[in-house]
Nanobody, 119 residues
Framework: QVQLVESGGGLVQAGGSLRLSCVVSGRTLSRYEMGWFRQAPGKEREFVASISSSGGYRTYADSVKGRFTIARDNAKNTVSLQMNSLKAEDTAVYYC????????????WGQGTQVTVSS
C-alpha cells in the first residue's frame, strides 16, 4: 500500500513563494509517475503538474506554467512543487498523487495541504 503525506502549505501574500513536499512510503517511488492537483472551494479538482517516473518528463497546467516547478528525488522518496509568483487564484487544497506506470489513473492520493494566497 502506498501512502502519501504532503506538507508545506500555508498563507502567503500574492507574489510570494511556497514549496510543497510529498513523502511517499510503502513502495519504491521510481515505479510511479507523480502529480500535483488542487481543488479550490466550489470547484472541481484540477491538474497542476506531473513528473515521469524517471523525472525526465514534466507537464504543467497552462495556469502555472513558468511559475511552478515539479521535482522528484527517488532516493529520498519525495516529490516537491516549488510555487513562485503566487496569485490569489492559486488558493486551494493541493494534493499529491501517484500513478503506477502500468495503470492509466492516479490511484494513490495524499490528504492535501492548504495553500492560501492573500491579495
Amino acid at each position: 500500500q502506498v501512502q502519501l503525506v504532503e506538507s508545506g502549505g500555508g498563507l502567503v501574500q500574492a507574489g510570494g513563494s511556497l514549496r510543497l513536499s510529498c513523502v511517499v512510503s510503502g513502495r519504491t517511488l521510481s515505479r510511479y509517475e507523480m502529480g500535483w492537483f488542487r481543488q479550490a472551494p466550489g470547484k472541481e479538482r484540477e491538474f497542476v503538474a506531473s513528473i515521469s517516473s524517471s523525472g525526465g518528463y514534466r507537464t504543467y497546467a497552462d495556469s502555472v506554467k513558468g511559475r511552478f516547478t515539479i521535482a522528484r528525488d527517488n532516493a529520498k522518496n519525495t516529490v516537491s512543487l516549488q510555487m513562485n509568483s503566487l496569485k490569489a487564484e492559486d488558493t486551494a487544497v493541493y494534493y499529491c498523487a501517484a500513478r503506477d506506470i502500468e495503470t492509466p489513473k492516479y490511484s494513490y492520493w495524499g490528504q492535501g495541504t492548504q495553500v492560501t494566497v492573500s491579495s
